[in-house]
């Protein structure tokens, strides 16, 4: 079946730094991939959604200068927090879509960022 | 608007009873509906989807869900509960274009007693 990674599964960061997620489809392509947020026994929050070859289009209240996210492949789309401050920290996940037509996400395994 | 209402925030069964977990949703057009499973700091396993035709879905680990278009619901449903199957359930709902990402609930802590 599909499978979707996501490294670093955790990471830990000092505040002010800037942290990349990767997310890869590693035996399909996905032409979209979605990334949430999930605050600590919360559920899924969409942040944005991630187009391969242009811009990922955020969600109201998400701020697209703090969360970079590129899609410069048909497997591949990064989250890029910067200038990461303690508030940042959560567990961030991926899903991608499989295939055309049916609405299947496949999600990875998330990423812990903790910032100091 | 979307939206995904899970009633209960923390079930508590028994290992071998039953178990139903409620779900209702709010959605414009013809909705896709979905339940995750989540373990502790891990992802998401999708355990069953509807899109069409019967209204009684079945999923792994021996989960089924029946879909009431007349009741907004989706609810999951598992005959006997074992002690692994404690862990956040999440319902969700999505269309039918690959480009639309699923709006989910807040999620059912179930904890599994001997």
């Known amino acids: 079946g599909a499978v979707v990674s996501q490294h670093p599964s955790r990471v830990i960061c000092k505040s002010g730094t800037s942290v990349k997620i990767e997310c890869r489809s590693l035996?399909?392509?996905?032409?979209?991939m979605f990334w949430y947020r999930q605050f600590p026994k919360q559920s899924l929050m969409l942040m944005a959604t991630s187009n391969e070859g242009s811009k990922a289009t955020y969600e109201q209240g998400v701020e697209k200068d703090k969360f970079l996210i590129n899609h410069a492949s048909l497997t591949l789309s990064t989250l890029t927090v910067t200038s990461a401050h303690p508030e940042d920290s959560s567990f961030y996940i991926c899903?991608?879509?499989?295939?055309?037509?049916?609405?299947?996400?496949?999600f990875g395994a998330g990423s812990r960022l903790t910032v100091l | 608007a979307q939206s995904v209402t899970q009633p209960d925030i923390h079930i508590t069964v028994s290992e071998g009873a039953s178990l139903e977990l409620r779900c209702n949703y709010s959605?414009?057009?013809?909705?896709?509906l979905f339940w995750y499973v989540q373990s502790p700091g891990q992802g998401l396993q999708l355990l069953l989807k509807y899109f069409s035709g019967d209204t009684l879905v079945q999923g792994i680990k021996g989960f089924e869900a029946e879909f009431k278009r007349s009741q907004s619901s989706f609810n999951l449903r598992k005959p006997s509960v074992h002690w692994s199957d404690a862990a956040e359930y999440f319902c969700?709902?999505?269309?039918?274009?690959?480009?639309?990402?699923?709006?989910f609930g807040k999620g059912t802590r179930l904890s599994v007693i001997a």
């Open positions: 969700a709902v999505g269309g039918s274009s690959g480009n639309t990402p699923l709006v």
């Open positions: 035996d399909f392509q996905a032409t979209t």
């Open positions: 899903s991608a879509v499989e295939g055309s037509g049916a609405n299947v996400l496949t």
């Open positions: 959605y414009g057009a013809t909705p896709y």
